[in-house]
């Protein structure tokens, strides 16, 4: 059960490993939730309001990340929620399109535990350890 002063993010990520890496990673840091999809983000959105969102791009089926970060922005309490692009599109250019589409900031797989850490401390305006 997280802590009441600890922020809780939503992590949207179809693979439960890679979810399962993260949220040890930042255990120390913030409360990690998992979306598998779309509807699974929005709905979660809809009921409980998270202080940062980690979408991965590439859901499988159905609407993409950026989709899905598009669709959050239409919810009143996510328009300026932090979204960051968690992804392994890493070409030119695909930097810029997440972060004119909808996210707030970018973070490219294969990253490192210390670089997710100070992303999200940074964030939510924790030390970064």
């Known amino acids: 059960m997280p802590s009441d002063n600890k922020a809780i993010v939503l992590y949207v990520e179809n693979e439960f490993n890679t979810f399962e890496l993260v949220r040890i990673y930042l255990s120390d840091v913030c409360s990690v939730d998992n979306a598998v999809d779309s509807g699974d983000c929005l709905r979660m959105a809809a009921g409980k309001k998270y202080s940062l969102i980690l979408m991965d791009i590439n859901l499988g089926n159905g609407p993409t990340g950026l989709e899905t970060a598009k669709m959050i922005r239409k919810i009143d309490e996510y328009r300026d929620i932090p979204i960051v692009a968690v992804t392994a599109f890493a070409m030119a250019g695909d930097e810029d ?23 999200v401390s940074a964030i939510l305006g924790g030390d970064g350890k």
Not at 106 to 116: C, H, N, R, T, V
Request: charged share 30%; with cysteine; proline share 4%.
């Open 97 to 119: 399109e997440f972060l004119s589409e909808g996210c707030t900031h970018y973070l490219s797989k294969p990253f490192k535990k210390k670089e997710l850490i100070q992303l």
